[in-house]
Nanobody, 127 residues
């Protein structure tokens, strides 16, 4: 059984930065992504990273966060990070880590392509 545990959320002023962490255990994941859900809205894709045994790695980002967010991974810690900079009030949401055991040749932004989910961490950006 796989488990994902997020951390790093909090309250920050507009223009500030936060780093979210997603620690994985119990399974070998090849793709890890971040989704977010604001009150009254659908859960949406934010970013994902996929890799295989040949150390090929791809990243993809949703348009609203391109140039501001960076996704990365630390193999030794089995952890994926989402570095968020230049935060805006519209980034306020619960952020969820999601993972897939497959290497995705084209990163998917579809929720149902991710089989494992964390409990979510709140990010609030004040204006």
């Amino acid at each position: 059984q796989g488990q994902l545990v997020e951390s790093g959320g909090g309250l920050v002023q507009a223009g500030g930065s936060l780093r979210l962490s997603c620690a994985a255990s119990g399974r070998t994941f090849r793709t890890t992504g971040w989704f977010r859900q604001a009150p009254g809205k659908e859960r949406e894709f934010v970013a994902a990273i996929t890799w295989n045994d040949s150390i090929i790695s791809y990243r993809d980002y949703a348009d609203p966060v391109k140039g501001r967010f960076t996704i990365s991974r630390d193999n030794a810690k089995n952890t994926v990070y989402l570095q968020m900079t230049s935060l805006k009030p519209e980034d306020t949401a619960v952020y969820y880590c999601a993972a897939d055991v497959r290497f995705q040749t084209k990163i998917s932004g579809i929720r149902t392509d991710y089989n494992y989910w964390g409990q979510g961490t709140q990010v609030t950006v004040s204006s």
